[in-house]
Antibody, heavy 115, light 107 residues
Framework: EVQLVESGGGLVQPGGSLRLSCAASGFTISANFMSWVRQSPGKGLEWVSTIYSGGATYYADSVKGRFTISRDNSKNKLYLQLSNVRAEDTAVYYC?????????WGQGTLVAVSS | DIQMTQSPSTLSASVGDRVTITCRASQSVSSWLAWYQQKPGKAPKLLIYKASSLESGVPSRFSGSGSGTEFTLTITSLQPDDFATYYCQQYTSYSVTFGQGTKVESK
């Protein structure tokens, strides 16, 4: 069974850092495109970042220079390092795959930025 | 970035109704369009990809059409499980964008 399970969310102060993880099972993340998508409370969906099978990475302008996507092929895990977070980064963060449209989603992990 | 605009934002309907949601792109996305269903507290679920291809396991009452800049999602006979929010998404490149969502609520 294909499954994505996120973890690592929580309360973080403005300017702080957090690392989100996404453990995949039932498929190999390195063979596919994997992305992070977020949803602010009561709002719509926003693409955050994508890592290609070849390792190329891409970011939304709103997070460029602050967030870093990566993966550990040996653990079949996807990561999103959040740095210098802002109040507007408060959202549920989903990992999703495995193409430009997303047929695989995790359950999401909530990141709350507040002092 | 390509902007996606859905209409209406909210739709009131009854079980058995035919429901149509429209999604317009600010520039052509060819057929690179997907539709998702999301229920409160849950992740989105893929319904349609490449504008009109039905994802495996999705009921046939869901259908998608369109190309270029105008697309529609149709539910031929609304079922109780279909009350949810629906999003379109263009995927012409890695920089995908979503519509703002259409909430289908009970009349």
């Amino acid at each position: 069974e294909v499954q994505l399970v996120e973890s690592g969310g929580g309360l973080v102060q403005p300017g702080g850092s957090l690392r989100l993880s996404c453990a995949a099972s039932g498929f190999t993340i390195s063979a596919n495109f994997m992305s992070w998508v977020r949803q602010s409370p009561g709002k719509g969906l926003e693409w955050v970042s994508t890592i290609y099978s070849g390792g190329a990475t891409y970011y939304a302008d709103s997070v460029k220079g602050r967030f870093t996507i990566s993966r550990d092929n040996s653990k079949n895990k996807l990561y999103l390092q959040l740095s210098n977070v802002r109040a507007e980064d408060t959202a549920v963060y989903y990992c999703a795959g495995d193409a430009y449209y997303y047929d695989k989603w995790g359950q999401g992990t909530l990141v709350a930025v507040s002092s | 970035d390509i902007q996606m605009t859905q209409s209406p934002s909210t739709l009131s309907a009854s079980v058995g109704d035919r429901v149509t949601i429209t999604c317009r792109a600010s520039q052509s996305v060819s057929s690179w369009l997907a539709w998702y269903q999301q229920k409160p507290g849950k992740a989105p679920k893929l319904l349609i990809y490449k504008a009109s291809s039905l994802e495996s396991g999705v009921p046939s009452r869901f259908s998608g059409s369109g190309s270029g800049t105008e697309f529609t999602l149709t539910i031929t006979s609304l079922q109780p499980d279909d009350f949810a929010t629906y999003y379109c998404q263009q995927y012409t490149s890695y920089s995908v964008t979503f519509g703002q969502g259409t909430k289908v609520e009970s009349k």
